[in-house]
C-alpha cells in the first residue's frame, strides 16, 4: 500500500480527468462558437453525457463485478474505454467534415452522437477506475489515501487540459487529449495485478441484482429521472410543453427535498447503511447539478456578465496564448481563454487541497471534512453571482469552489464506499453514479431558464442555492465507523 501504488491505482482515473476536462473547456465552446448552435442547444447536446451514465455506469458496473477477461475484472472496460475516448476527441473538429461524408445535414444530431459515445466512453471507464480502487484497498485511512492519490493525479492533469487549452487552443487540445487518455487509461492498468476470486467474507449477498432492484435503490432520484425524460421531450416538442417547464422542473426539486427530508427522519429512528448510502446519495445529486450547469453554462456567462466590461487587450487568460503563439486573440477566443483559467484555478485547488483535507479529516472526521470544503463552493458560487463583474472576481470565485471540488470527487467515494456490500462494488458505484447523472439532466433546464429571462446572473445563483441544500443533507450523514479505527499498514516512501 505504498503511495507509489496507490498513485499508479489512480491513473486510469486520472485518464478520465484529463478527459473530462477537455470536454468542459472544449465542447461548449466549439459548438458554440465553430457551429454556431444556442444556449439551448449545446445543453440538449450535453444530455448525451448523463443517458451515457444511466446505460453506462450501471451495466459496466454490473458486468465488472461478475466476469473475468484479458487478465481483469475491471481492466477491460477502463482499456474499452479509453480507445473510444481517442476516437471521440478526434471526431470531434470534424463534425462538418462528417456531416458532408454521411449527408446528414443535422449538426446537433451528430454533435449529440459523437458526445454521446465520449460521455459513453468515460463512464464505461471511471466506474472501474474508482472501483478498482476500492477493491485493492482496505476500509478507512489507506482507501481515503487511495481517493485522495486519486483526485490529485487527476486533478493536477485537469489543470494542465485547461493550461493547454488556454495556449494552443480547444481545437489543438482536442488532439492532444486523443493521445494523454489513450496513454493513461491503457497502459497502467497492464501493471496492476486485480484479486480474481472475492473474499468468502466479503460475499454476504449473492441475489441477483437486477433492474427492478436497481429502480427501487434509486427512488431518492425520481425527481430528476422525470425531469430528465421531460428534457428530451422540451427539446423537440418545445412550443407544446414550454407551459409545463417550469412546473416540472419545480416539481422534481421538491420531490427531491421531501424524499430526502423522509429519508433522514427514517435515520433518526432506525440506523442502516442502507439509509446512510440513499442521504449519500441525494445529497451528492444537488452537488451535481450545480457543477454540471457551471461546466456547461459558464462561457455564456462570461460572455454576457463579464467580456463588456473587459478590454480584450488586457485580459489575463489571453497572454499565455499571445505571448507564446503570438496570435492575437478575439472575443469568442478571449471567451474560451477566461472559462479555461478559472477551470484551470478550479483544478489546480482541486489537485492540491485533497492532501489538507486528508489532514483535517483525521483530525474532525470526513463527514465534517466534506461538509467543510462543499461550504466554501456554495460562498464561491454566490460570491460570482453578485460579485463577479471583472475577470479576477471570477478567478477568486472558482478559488473558493475549487475547494468543495477538491473533495466532492475524492472524499465522497470513500465514504461512499463503507456503507455497501464490498463484493458488489462496482454494481453499488454505477448506482451511485446515477446521483451524478441523472442531475446532470437538470442542467438542460436551469439553460432553459436563462435563456427565457436573460439573466445570466441566475447561473451562479442556483448553484449557490443548489449546493447549500447539499451541505444540509451531509449534516445528517453519519461519519464512518472506519475514521476512528488505526490501521498499521505502511503509507510508503514518498
Same mark, same amino acid.
Given at each position: 500500500m505504498s503511495n507509489a501504488f496507490l498513485a499508479l491505482l489512480g491513473l486510469p482515473a486520472t485518464a478520465v480527468g484529463f478527459a473530462l476536462s477537455t470536454q468542459i473547456a472544449a465542447l461548449s465552446w466549439i459548438l458554440s462558437n465553430k457551429y454556431h448552435l444556442d444556449i439551448h442547444d449545446v445543453a440538449f447536446v450535453w444530455l448525451a453525457g448523463p443517458i451515457a451514465g444511466i446505460f453506462g455506469q450501471v451495466i459496466v458496473g454490473l458486468l465488472s463485478d461478475n466476469v473475468w477477461f484479458m487478465g481483469g475484472r475491471r481492466r477491460p472496460f477502463i482499456i474499452i474505454g479509453g480507445l473510444v475516448s481517442t476516437i471521440a476527441f478526434l471526431t470531434l473538429p470534424h463534425i462538418r467534415g462528417i456531416s458532408h461524408i454521411t449527408g446528414i445535414s443535422d449538426i446537433i444530431l451528430i454533435a449529440s452522437v459523437i458526445a454521446l459515445f465520449l460521455d459513453l466512453s468515460i463512464n464505461v471507464t471511471f466506474n472501474p477506475a474508482r472501483s478498482i480502487i476500492a477493491d485493492l484497498t482496505p476500509e478507512g485511512k489507506v482507501r481515503t489515501s487511495g481517493y485522495v492519490w486519486m483526485q490529485i493525479m487527476s486533478g493536477f492533469f485537469g489543470v494542465f487540459a485547461y493550461f493547454l487549452s488556454m495556449v494552443f487552443g480547444n481545437e489543438t487540445l482536442l488532439y492532444i487529449a486523443a493521445g494523454i487518455v489513450f496513454l493513461t487509461a491503457v497502459f497502467p492498468v497492464l501493471f496492476i495485478q486485480e484479486k480474481k476470486e472475492q473474499d468468502e467474507a466479503k460475499v454476504e449477498e449473492q441475489a441477483k441484482f437486477g433492474v427492478w432492484q436497481i429502480f427501487k435503490e434509486i427512488f431518492p432520484l425520481y425527481g430528476f429521472l422525470v425531469f430528465g425524460v421531460f428534457s428530451l421531450f422540451y427539446h423537440f416538442f418545445t412550443e407544446a410543453l414550454t407551459v409545463w417547464h417550469n412546473p416540472v422542473l419545480i416539481a422534481a426539486l421538491a420531490y427531491s427535498v421531501i424524499i430526502g427530508t423522509i429519508i433522514i427522519i427514517q435515520g433518526l429512528k432506525k440506523k442502516s447503511n442502507r439509509n446512510e448510502f440513499q442521504k449519500i446519495m441525494l445529497a451528492h445529486s444537488f452537488t451535481w447539478v450545480a457543477f454540471q450547469s457551471m461546466f456547461i453554462l459558464s462561457g455564456f456567462f462570461i460572455e454576457n456578465q463579464i467580456l463588456p466590461n473587459v478590454n480584450i487587450s488586457s485580459i489575463t487568460a489571453n497572454w499565455f496564448a499571445e505571448k507564446l503563439t503570438g496570435v492575437t486573440q478575439t472575443s469568442a477566443s478571449s471567451v474560451g481563454n477566461i472559462v479555461s483559467l478559472g477551470f484551470f484555478i478550479l483544478n489546480l485547488i482541486g489537485a492540491i487541497f485533497p492532501l489538507i483535507l486528508q489532514s483535517v479529516a483525521k483530525k474532525i472526521g470526513r463527514v465534517k471534512t466534506y461538509i467543510a470544503a462543499l461550504t466554501f463552493s456554495a460562498?464561491? !458560487?454566490? !460570491?460570482?453571482? !453578485?460579485? &463577479? +463583474? *471583472? /475577470?479576477?472576481?471570477?478567478?477568486?470565485?472558482?478559488?473558493? *469552489? $475549487?475547494? $468543495?471540488?477538491?473533495?466532492?470527487?475524492?472524499?465522497?467515494?470513500?465514504?461512499? &464506499? /463503507?456503507?455497501?456490500?464490498?463484493?458488489?462494488?462496482?454494481?453499488?458505484?454505477?448506482?451511485?453514479?446515477?446521483? *451524478?447523472?441523472?442531475?446532470?439532466?437538470? &442542467?438542460?433546464?436551469?439553460?432553459?431558464?436563462?435563456?427565457?429571462?436573460?439573466? +445570466?446572473?441566475l447561473l451562479y445563483i442556483f448553484c449557490g442555492l443548489l449546493v447549500s441544500t447539499s451541505v444540509i443533507f451531509w449534516m445528517f450523514v453519519k461519519e464512518p465507523e472506519s475514521s476512528n479505527t488505526k490501521q498499521n499498514i505502511p503509507s510508503g516512501g514518498h
Open positions: 460562498v464561491g !458560487y454566490f !460570491y460570482i453571482a !453578485y460579485f &463577479s +463583474h *471583472v /475577470e479576477i472576481d471570477f478567478y477568486i470565485g472558482m478559488f473558493l *469552489v $475549487g475547494i $468543495g471540488w477538491s473533495a466532492v470527487i475524492s472524499i465522497v467515494f470513500a465514504i461512499m &464506499s /463503507e456503507r455497501v456490500n464490498p463484493a458488489k462494488m462496482g454494481l453499488y458505484m454505477g448506482v451511485f453514479n446515477l446521483a *451524478v447523472v441523472l442531475p446532470q439532466m437538470m &442542467s438542460n433546464g436551469v439553460a432553459n431558464v436563462i435563456k427565457a429571462t436573460g439573466n +445570466h446572473q
